[in-house]
């Protein structure tokens, strides 16, 4: 119930692609879900963020979609850059507290 | 958003010792995390440390092992004791900012050899 299912493990993009990459919880209780961005050898770092009341958030290139009947939640990269490539994280939680985190997708944009 | 500085950046240490990780933030803060990210994983939250009171660990995470301490509300250390190779991961300390979400320090990278 406290999972947060994130897919896919890696992804490989073009340059100038859409990114997208899909996460699933199962606790109908989450009401605040996050996507962070984690360069090698930094702390992951807040990009977008979400909550339930909504199905759609934009800010500039990423793009948060918000299935609530489905429990599922995606990220869209759009026109995806190199500078782009790092691991992301999808996480939710009750409140802002005590984030579960998904297991992480490698993202690689080819130049 | 707040500024974290985690010290030491990496270690390498033999099992059966101790090591300390500092946690500086540039303002204050409530609740500070101490969470760990082993090779490829995802994060896992250890502990949540309030200013003043015992730390709270979850599931799988015991003060014996991890004892934190939180002196003020900009600082706090989690201290990885008797260290076998199965502890060699990232640590990264984290605070809410609220509307920021949660930011992370730059990690501790831990090696037990």
């Known amino acids: 119930q406290q999972q947060v299912k994130q897919s896919p493990q890696s992804l490989i993009v073009q340059k100038g692609g859409i990114s997208i990459i899909n996460c699933a919880y199962e606790?109908?209780?989450?009401?605040?879900f996050p996507w962070y961005q984690q360069f090698p050898g930094k702390g992951p770092a807040l990009l977008i963020a979400?909550?339930?009341?909504?199905s759609e958030k934009k800010e500039g290139r990423f793009t948060i979609s918000f299935n609530k009947s489905a429990k599922q939640f995606s990220l869209h990269i759009m026109d995806s850059q190199p500078g782009d490539s790092a691991t992301y994280f999808c996480a939710a939680s009750k409140g802002t507290y005590k984030y579960i985190f998904g297991t992480g997708t490698r993202l690689k944009v080819l130049a | 958003s707040a500024v974290i500085s985690q010290k030491p950046s990496r270690d390498i240490c033999q099992r059966g010792t101790s090591l300390t990780i500092q946690c500086q933030v540039d303002s204050q803060v409530t609740m500070m995390f101490w969470y760990r990210q082993q090779p490829g994983q995802s994060l896992t939250l250890i502990a949540t440390?309030?200013?003043?009171?015992?730390?709270?660990?979850e599931s799988g995470f015991v003060i014996d092992k991890f004892p934190i301490s939180r002196p003020n509300l900009t600082f706090s250390t989690l201290t990885v004791s008797n260290m076998s190779p199965e502890d060699s991961s990232i640590y990264l300390c984290?605070?809410?900012?609220?509307?920021?979400?949660?930011?992370f320090g730059s990690g501790t990278r831990l090696t037990v050899v």
């Open positions: 606790n109908t209780a989450f009401d605040y």
């Open positions: 984290s605070v809410d900012l609220g509307a920021y979400g949660y930011t």
């Open positions: 440390a309030n200013q003043g009171s015992e730390a709270t660990y």
């Open positions: 979400i909550r339930p009341d909504v």
